[in-house]
C-alpha cells in the first residue's frame, strides 16, 4: 500500500486480513501483477464510498482503467456476492446463530410500486384528459 495516507473508505488491516483469502492470485505463466489487490480492493471502495466517477480516482490509487478492470471481473465472476454472504454467514455463527438468516422483511419504503399511479401520485397531478393535454 505505500505510504501514502490512507483515506476513510480504505480497509484497515484486520478488515484486509479478513477478505484477502478470497481474491485469486495472478495467474501462474501469465504477466505479473503490477498493482497490489490491497490498493485494487481500496481503490474500489474509494468509489463505492464516494460515489466519484471511475476516472475521478485518486492518483495514488492504480490507474482507474486498472481498478475498473478488476472490478467488473470480480462482479462478472460473482465474487462479490461470495465475499458478502461468507462474511454474514462468519458474523451470524460467531454469535451463535445459524449462518443463514430464516426470513427477511421488506417495508413499503424498500419495495416502490406503481400499482397507484406511481410518481405521478402524490405530487397534485391530475389523471384527466384536459390536464394532460398542455403536456
Avoid at 2 to 30: C, M, T, V
Avoid at 37 to 50: E, F, K, Q, W
Avoid at 112 to 122: A, M, S, Y
Wanted: proline share 6%; aromatic share 12%; with cysteine.
Amino acid at each position: 500500500m505505500g505510504q501514502r495516507r490512507a483515506y476513510p473508505s480504505d480497509l484497515n488491516d484486520k478488515a484486509w486480513e479478513r477478505i484477502q483469502h478470497f481474491f485469486p492470485a495472478a495467474k501462474p505463466g501469465g504477466r505479473p501483477r503490477s498493482v497490489a489487490i490491497r490498493d485494487v480492493v481500496n481503490a474500489i471502495l474509494y468509489v463505492l464510498r464516494s460515489g466519484c466517477a471511475w476516472r475521478l480516482l485518486p492518483h495514488e490509487y492504480p490507474k482507474w482503467q486498472t481498478v475498473y478492470w478488476y472490478f467488473r471481473r470480480w462482479i462478472d465472476s460473482g465474487l462479490w456476492v461470495f465475499i458478502n454472504d461468507a462474511l454474514r454467514a462468519d458474523y451470524r455463527m460467531r454469535r451463535g446463530r445459524n449462518p443463514e438468516p430464516s426470513g427477511g422483511i421488506i417495508d413499503s419504503q424498500s419495495v416502490k410500486t406503481i400499482e397507484k399511479g406511481g410518481h405521478l401520485v402524490g405530487m397534485g397531478i391530475s389523471k384527466s384528459k384536459d390536464a394532460n393535454a398542455s403536456w
